[in-house]
């Protein structure tokens, strides 16, 4: 019931406030579609990528998506790529959908990568210049809005799980409100079939069995990044912690989309930060990445000292 009152805050003030919490700025890559043959391109025709970027910039930007005021400098940043790959008629495409999102980090002007995935090459949508994207969480009104909007709610979780415990949890339940209302679409992606994607991100965000995913944002970010200007030794510590909140998570169900993401988002940031600190912590580092994530590992074989 807590847990539904709070939902409800937060998609009851859609059109009440005019605040935003998104400073995202949105790219739409039509390359492939003006050197190709296809029908409806022509030189004339490149405004409506243009509508289509401006359209995404206003949906993010200027949609209200919590009940939570944000200051300007508190907005947060992410970034959308649309790679579009074919045009089947005037409004449907078919592309790559990549997001992105960074978070600041407390008394720095330094921004950690937080996300950062890309869809594969089958992203349908229909698009069309006359209509505007509209999105309700419990409704599929096109495979665009629901998309986008998915990913705002699972964006927003991920940032509040990086500084409160929990706090991305009603968020959460909002992108899983999007991926059933889609399911039934017909469009990939939204269903457990077809390997990484939209589906996979809610449950592995929702299943309480993962629970301490939630605990690895928290003590990476708020505990170690944020307290990197206070105690250094303190932070990496929490840094480790989370890398042992991962481990947990992995002896559940190893190779989880969601701990995958993570890995590959931070290992450069990893690497950076433990390779001033003692060979015990380095060593520490290199087994828990060994174990959570190997593909990783090779980027810290240094690490792996006696």
């Known amino acids: 019931m807590r847990r539904f009152v709070v939902i409800m805050l937060i998609l009851t003030t859609f059109c009440t406030v005019s605040a935003q919490e998104f400073r ?7 390359q492939k579609l003006m050197t190709s043959t296809q029908q409806y391109e022509s030189a004339g025709d ?3 990528f243009e509508s289509m970027k401006q359209a995404l910039e206003d949906f993010i930007n200027g949609r209200r998506w919590t009940n939570l005021q944000f200051e300007q400098q508190e907005l947060i940043d992410c970034s959308v790529a649309l790679i579009l790959n074919t ?3 005037a409004t449907d495409f078919t592309g790559q959908l990549q997001i992105q999102m960074r978070r600041p980090v407390y008394n720095s002007t330094y921004t950690s990568g937080m996300f950062n995935f890309m869809e594969s090459n089958n992203f349908m949508f229909t698009y069309n210049e006359s209509q505007p994207l509209d999105f309700d969480p419990n409704n599929f009104y096109g495979n665009l809005s629901s998309t986008i909007g998915f990913y705002c709610y699972v964006l927003l979780g991920m940032y509040f799980d990086s500084f409160s415990p929990n706090g991305g949890e009603p968020f959460y339940a909002v992108a899983q409100q999007v991926q059933q209302a889609a399911e039934g679409s017909g469009y990939a992606g939204w269903n457990s079939s077809g390997g990484k994607n939209r589906y996979w991100f809610m449950e592995n965000h ?7 995913l939630h605990d690895a ?3 990476y ?3 170690g990044l944020d307290m990197m200007t206070k105690d250094q030794t303190a932070a990496r510590q929490a840094i480790i912690q989370s890398l042992r909140n991962l481990q947990a998570v992995n002896k559940t169900r190893t190779n989880l989309m969601a701990v995958q993401q993570f890995m590959d988002v931070k290992m450069q940031e990893i690497t950076s930060i433990f390779t001033p ?5 380095k060593k520490e580092v290199y087994d828990l990445v060994k ?3 190997p593909i990783n590992a090779v980027k810290i074989k240094d690490f792996n000292t006696k």
């Not at 995202?24 to 039509?30: A, D, G, L, R, S």
């Open 277 to 281: 600190a003692p060979a015990q912590e």
């Open 291 to 293: 174990e959570v994530s």
């Open 46 to 48: 490149k405004k409506v």
């Open 217 to 219: 944002y928290y003590n």
């Open 221 to 223: 970010h708020r505990l």
């Open 24 to 30: 995202c700025v949105v790219q739409v890559n039509y």
């Open 87 to 89: 045009r089947t008629s």
């Open 206 to 212: 929702t299943n309480g069995a993962y629970a301490q």
